[in-house]
Nanobody
Framework: QVQLVESGGGSVQAGGSLRLSCAAF????????MGWFRQAPGKEREGVAA???????TYADSVKGRFTISRDNAKNTLYLQMNSLKPEDSAMYFC???????????????????WGPGTQVTVSS
């Protein structure tokens, strides 16, 4: 099973930016599809963005135009560039991956198989 480790979380003022990273350790086929989720206290986990092996991306409506998901396959790393951050973006952010590669699967919020431990993002007003 692939191991995922997030980094880059922290505290930032509203309107600021952060870039999250997710390093993947293990077989590359286990990361054909990768994505980001987030969960705030007392709320359900929600999908934020996803990217497939061909670079196709999908986003939650709440982050479209502000967040950008990307991947560097040579570095086995996933990124989430977050701009124009809002207090409601505050949450624990989780990296996820799945070996399924088809367009039929790799969409934001789908049932990913592998998960990282999360990194905290706090946006203050």
């Amino acid at each position: 099973q692939v191991q995922l480790v997030e980094s880059g979380g922290g505290s930032v003022q509203a309107g600021g930016s952060l870039r999250l990273s997710c390093a993947a350790f293990g077989a590359s086929y286990s990361t054909n599809c990768m994505g980001w989720f987030r969960q705030a206290p007392g709320k359900e986990r929600e999908g934020v963005a996803a990217i497939d092996s061909d670079g196709r991306t999908t986003y939650a409506d709440s982050v479209k135009g502000r967040f950008t998901i990307s991947r560097d396959n040579a570095k086995n790393t996933l990124y989430l560039q977050m701009n124009s951050l809002k207090p409601e973006d505050s949450a624990m952010y989780f990296c996820a991956a799945d070996e399924r590669a088809g367009y039929w699967f790799c969409r934001v919020g789908r049932d990913f198989t592998h998960w990282g431990p999360g990194t905290q993002v706090t946006v203050s007003s």
